[in-house]
């Protein structure tokens, strides 16, 4: 049993506990005060539909470090992570994540339904997918990030020729960046952000766009001999989407968020991950 499932599991115990107390001192009262306890009222209230019952179910692509990866020991871990099961902690669930998915099957997977109930990958709201998925209010800012070969003396004009390959990742907002602001050069979209930087690295590639705290967290984690040649600042929010056919799903996952920024916990998160609660 994962810590998760454990303290959960004593809350429901202290939910049937003190229902049955109730019950058994004040048969009269048809009326009872709700009880104190978060999951308690949030499962009182729960009127949204889960694709598995008492289980919030996440969809991601997993090779988005810091946010979503997968450690050595194949635990699905990182900052989304983390926020998903304190999303699901305040609903009175626990969290599931489902295997790696391309990036760009996300926004579908979340409109057709059935398979996930929220998809949290550090996913940029966008008036392009907020036509087919509900997001959440935001959770942290954005911005792109071009990269190259700590040794390179591009700039970022001189990228933009056709012989110039950048990589990207396939259906992120980095690789529409590339679209429209290096129309010259020639985009290579990528399942993997990681064979992307290798790509660079190993010189098969002369740039790539991706999210800015990505792109810091690996240049110092693997990637030394890469640099940030810019930051783009796009201001991009990242949001957690959610089926258009589940707004009950959408209002308890933003009320959990709201809580979370409230009572300490997403600077918590943001501590642990960022080193600072300044994101
Ligand atoms: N923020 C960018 C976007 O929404 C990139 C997200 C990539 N996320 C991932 N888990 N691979 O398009």
């Known amino acids: 049993m994962t810590t998760m499932n454990r303290r959960n599991f004593i809350a429901t115990l202290g939910i049937a506990g003190s229902a049955a107390l109730?019950?058994?001192?004040?048969?009269?009262?048809?009326?009872?005060?709700?009880?104190?306890?978060?999951?308690?009222?949030?499962?009182?209230?729960?009127?949204y539909t889960l694709v598995k019952e008492g289980v919030l179910t996440n969809v991601a692509e997993l090779g988005f470090s810091p946010f979503e990866y997968i450690d050595d020991e194949g635990t699905t871990v990182g900052f989304d992570v983390d926020l998903s099961n304190a999303i699901a902690e305040k609903m009175g669930l626990t969290c599931e994540w489902l295997p790696n998915q391309a990036f760009?099957?996300?926004v579908p997977t979340i409109q057709q339904g059935g398979k996930a109930d929220i998809c949290i990958a550090g996913m940029t709201i966008t008036d392009e997918r907020l036509e087919s998925v509900?997001?959440?209010?935001?959770?942290?800012?954005?911005?792109?990030?071009?990269?190259?070969?700590?040794s390179s003396d591009a700039t970022t004009e001189s990228l933009n020729a056709a012989e110039v390959q950048i990589a990207c990742q396939t259906g992120t907002t980095g690789d529409e960046w590339i679209q429209e602001n290096l129309p010259n050069a020639t985009r290579v979209p990528l399942a993997d952000v990681t064979a992307g930087m290798m790509g660079v690295s190993t010189g098969s590639y002369q740039a790539m766009v991706i999210d800015l705290p990505v792109a810091q967290n690996m240049l110092a984690q693997s990637f030394s001999d890469l640099k940030v040649l810019e930051e783009i600042p796009t201001g991009e929010q990242y949001g957690i989407a959610v089926s258009k056919d589940n707004p009950e799903l959408l209002a308890a996952v933003n009320d959990a968020l709201a809580q979370i920024e409230e009572d300490g916990t997403m600077d918590e998160i943001k501590q642990k991950w960022f080193g600072t609660t300044e994101i």
């Open 104 to 106: 760009d099957t996300l």
């Open 22 to 47: 109730l019950a058994g001192c004040s048969n009269d009262t048809a009326e009872q005060e709700p009880a104190a306890d978060d999951a308690a009222e949030s499962t009182d209230e729960a009127s």
């Open 134 to 150: 509900d997001f959440s209010d935001p959770y942290l800012n954005s911005n792109q990030a071009l990269i190259v070969a700590a």
